[in-house]
């Protein structure tokens, strides 16, 4: 699993509040991504991170915000939770091959997120 | 736009060999072929990867054509612990975005 936490698993809320899930890793990778999971979608990339304080927008970023201040940790906010933000998130490292060009994604057990 | 089709279902009996097909009609020349699959409710699972030639691991084979349009994953004792959802991914080299689609849903029976 390549030492990747999420807190919280699971986290109800009610429309409009902010949220954060954090995303920590133990193993000191630069490359860190939050994805989101919906019923008949595949994943979808929110943002993601090449090191601290360096971060950027994937395919599906309205609404969310993230922010490395650790390379450990990579969090994602929801400044004012909406319905349509009610999925499964998931946080993911890269691991680079030697030498390769290829690399692997490593992926997070997953937060479950109701938005009432 | 995930650049794959994938059935999306599939059934395979507990003991067979599983082959899961992939179409990549518009793969470029630098671009991977990757393999995941979801178990149900947990994070994706990395099987395997190749560029241009077959790769065998301790999970799975990938053949992949000779002109790269097409690959198929065999997992070659499927289990009831290998249902889940396979997506099958290109991703250029040097880069790291992976682009999912809906995958493969493979449905192993006793």
């Known amino acids: 699993d390549a030492g990747i936490t999420q807190s919280p698993r699971h986290k109800v809320t009610e429309t409009g509040t902010p949220v954060t899930l954090r995303c920590h890793q133990t193993e000191n990778h630069r490359y860190m991504y939050w994805y989101r999971q919906d019923p008949g979608h595949g994943l979808r990339l929110i943002h993601y991170s090449y090191g601290v304080k360096d971060t950027d927008k994937g395919e599906v970023s309205d609404g969310y915000s993230v922010s490395r201040s650790k390379t450990e940790d990579f969090l994602l906010t929801l400044e004012s939770a909406t319905s349509s933000q009610t999925s499964v998130y998931f946080c993911?490292?890269?691991?680079w091959g030697p030498g390769t060009g290829s690399n692997e994604q490593f992926f997070g057990p997953g937060t479950r997120l109701t938005v009432l | 736009d995930a650049k794959t089709t994938q059935p999306p279902s599939m059934d395979c009996a507990e003991g067979r060999a599983a082959n899961l097909p992939c179409n990549h009609s518009?793969?470029?020349?630098?671009?991977?072929v990757y393999w995941y699959r979801q178990i149900h409710s947990q994070g994706p699972q990395y099987i395997i990867h190749?560029?241009?030639n077959n790769e065998t691991n301790e999970m799975a084979s990938l053949i992949i054509t000779e002109d790269r349009k097409s690959s198929t994953l065999i997992l070659p004792h499927a289990t009831l612990r290998d249902t889940a959802v396979y997506y099958c991914i290109v991703r250029l080299t040097n880069t790291d975005k992976l682009i999912f689609g809906t995958g493969t849903r493979l449905q192993v029976f006793p």
């Open positions: 993911a490292i890269s691991v």
């Open positions: 190749g560029l241009k």
């Open positions: 518009t793969i470029s020349g630098n671009e991977y």
